[in-house]
């Protein structure tokens, strides 16, 4: 653990002062592609307008023999294409791969002006982050970036899970930390094949009605990574960073990748990441208020005045802590209606939708 006086000293000599506040632009989906599938870079261009962030994706999904390829097609693609506001991320090897040396020297020397975040994998603790950090700094400092990179973890280990806390706070360098419920469902033995989403054997059922235990007995699917995702979402917050869900692998269940990401949503993730184009859609969608929410959000703040006190609103208690929900829901309208036109238009249109009715 870094001492606080020294917690926002460069690692290095040379290389760019730390960031005292996380970036917060919309990161609603992450969108991954492989640099070295000719049909995905293809896309890329096309794709880089519809989506909040596009991850080059390094590790896991690109098989061995592609890795350089895979490496040497983000180079490019960072290179040839403009991004506009979309973030560039990237997902590098995992640490004790015989590739994650030369991706980190690679990327950062060729384009680390056009990356905004490291994605690293596996991570099990405060180590990892101090090892990415310190080498991080030593490349910006030979490349003179003037703008430090920063770095998101993926919790999937048992370890990554017991040690949470530490790494959230491990560098200011840290982002954010997204779900990764494959690798993590491996590591901790649970006995689901699936990448994220529920299963039907984990349920709770309702008490037997007479004496047939097999009787009229209701079941109810719960949730395997509530657990994980609240606890993810609480390091992330305590630290200053940004919680995601991860991926959701049953690309043609649209119904249950909904119903995902809208719990990450609600319990405070910031997005998910889309693994084709047909996720993008769902993370717009769950990630963005809806207008509705957004109307009640800002009538409560206007009810509330100075946002102290109580008042009633529709049968419904409001007080300081109801407006400060409430505020979280319409800034990040705010955010988000500043990058894009259509909620910029659902938003102000459910606000005069609210307006009339209240005159009314
Ligand atoms: C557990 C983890 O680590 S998750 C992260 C690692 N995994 C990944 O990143 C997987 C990324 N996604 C993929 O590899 C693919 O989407 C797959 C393998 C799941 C499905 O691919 P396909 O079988 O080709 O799907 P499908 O036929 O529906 O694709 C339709 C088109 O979209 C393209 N496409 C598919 N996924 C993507 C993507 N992520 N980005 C851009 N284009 C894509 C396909 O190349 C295809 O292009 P075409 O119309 O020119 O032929
Ligand atoms: C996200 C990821 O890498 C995993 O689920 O293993
Ligand atoms: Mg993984």
């Given amino acids: 653990m870094r001492s606080p006086k020294d917690f926002f000293a460069p690692l290095a000599v040379g290389a760019p002062d730390p960031v005292r506040e996380i ?23 096309d794709l880089a307008p519809k989506v909040d962030v596009l991850l080059g994706n390094l590790e896991d999904g690109v098989t061995a023999d592609r890795k350089e ?25 995992s640490f004790d791969s015989p590739w994650a040396l030369d991706d980190l020297i690679t990327l950062v020397t060729e384009i680390g002006d056009k990356l905004d975040v490291i994605m690293v994998p596996k991570v099990e603790g405060a180590r990892d982050i101090h090892y990415v950090d310190r080498l991080l700094a030593q490349l910006e400092a030979r490349v003179g970036l003037r703008r430090p990179l920063l770095v998101h973890a993926i919790l999937e280990t048992a370890g990554g899970v017991a040690n949470v806390e530490e790494i959230a706070g491990a560098s200011p360098r840290m982002q954010g930390i997204s779900l990764g419920p494959a690798d993590l469902a491996a590591s901790r033995r649970m006995k689901t094949t699936r990448v994220g989403g529920g299963h039907p054997g984990y349920l709770v059922r309702a008490d037997p009605v007479g004496d047939d235990p097999h009787a009229g ?18 390091a992330c917050v305590a630290h200053g960073i940004l919680p995601y869900y991860g991926p959701f ?8 990748c909904e119903d995902q990401f809208r719990n990450a949503y609600l319990l405070g993730c910031v997005g998910a990441w889309s693994l084709h184009p047909a996720q993008i859609d769902i993370a717009r969608k769950v ?4 207008p509705t929410e957004v ?3 800002r009538r409560v703040i206007a009810a509330m005045g100075d946002g102290t006190g109580a008042v009633m609103l529709d049968g419904k208690m ?23 036109p259509e909620l910029a238009e659902a938003y102000a249109v459910s606000a005069a939708a609210t307006e009339e009715a209240r005159a009314e």
Wanted: aromatic letters at 8%; charged letters at 25%.
């Fill in 295 to 297: 109307a009640w959000a």
């Fill in 69 to 93: 390829e895979a490496r040497a097609g983000l180079v490019r693609i960072a290179r040839d294409t403009d991004f506009g506001r979309t973030q560039l991320w990237t997902r590098v090897n």
């Fill in 217 to 234: 007995r209701t079941t109810y699917q719960q949730d395997l990574w509530h657990y994980t995702v609240a606890r993810m979402v609480d």
């Fill in 318 to 340: 409001q007080d300081d802590a109801t407006v400060k929900q409430c505020r979280v829901v319409a800034e990040l309208a705010d955010a988000l209606a500043e990058r894009d």
């Fill in 249 to 256: 692998g049953d690309i043609r269940d649209v119904v249950a």
């Fill in 287 to 290: 990630f963005s208020p809806a």
């Fill in 23 to 45: 970036p917060n632009p919309p990161s609603r989906m992450i969108h991954f592609f492989d640099p070295s599938n000719p049909k995905m870079a293809a896309k890329v261009p």
